[in-house]
């Protein structure tokens, strides 16, 4: 008796009785195949969406800036650090930590925008905007 496992009696069968020959024209290996590269490509492409949105977050958290970390923590950018790639966030209780730049997830409210003008400022060195 030969005792070859159900998986080779299978591949090895039709379902006829006849010995698979043509692989490359059951069309059941086709729709597998397809799926697959359907997955890899939507994957590939919402991880570039999902590193994209990380990048802009990352970009906007400037000084000023409330943004939301990855621990779900909300504050207030008051420093950054670009050589350390850290903030230091001030929270509503007035208390200060510090994180990585890579913890900011999202931007909730952008920075107040710093092209507003001293108009007591008489100094002519200073180069206008």
């Known amino acids: 008796m030969n005792h070859l496992p159900l998986l080779t009696l299978i591949a090895e069968n039709d379902g006829n009785g006849d010995p698979a020959g043509n692989v490359a024209g059951d069309p059941f290996i086709w729709i597998m195949l397809g799926l697959l590269v359907l997955f890899m490509v939507f994957t590939f492409r919402r991880g570039k969406k999902m590193r994209d949105q990380q990048q802009q977050a990352h970009a906007q958290a400037t000084v000023g800036a409330e943004v939301v970390t990855a621990g ?58």
Request: glycine share 6%; no cysteine; aromatic share 4%.
């Open 72 to 129: 779900g923590i909300v504050g207030t950018v008051v420093h950054r650090d670009e050589e350390r790639q850290r903030l230091t966030l001030e929270f509503s209780s007035g208390n200060r930590a510090d994180f990585l730049l890579g913890a900011v997830q999202q931007i909730l409210e952008p920075a107040a925008s710093e092209q507003t003008e001293d108009p007591t400022d008489d100094d002519p060195s200073r180069p206008r905007d």
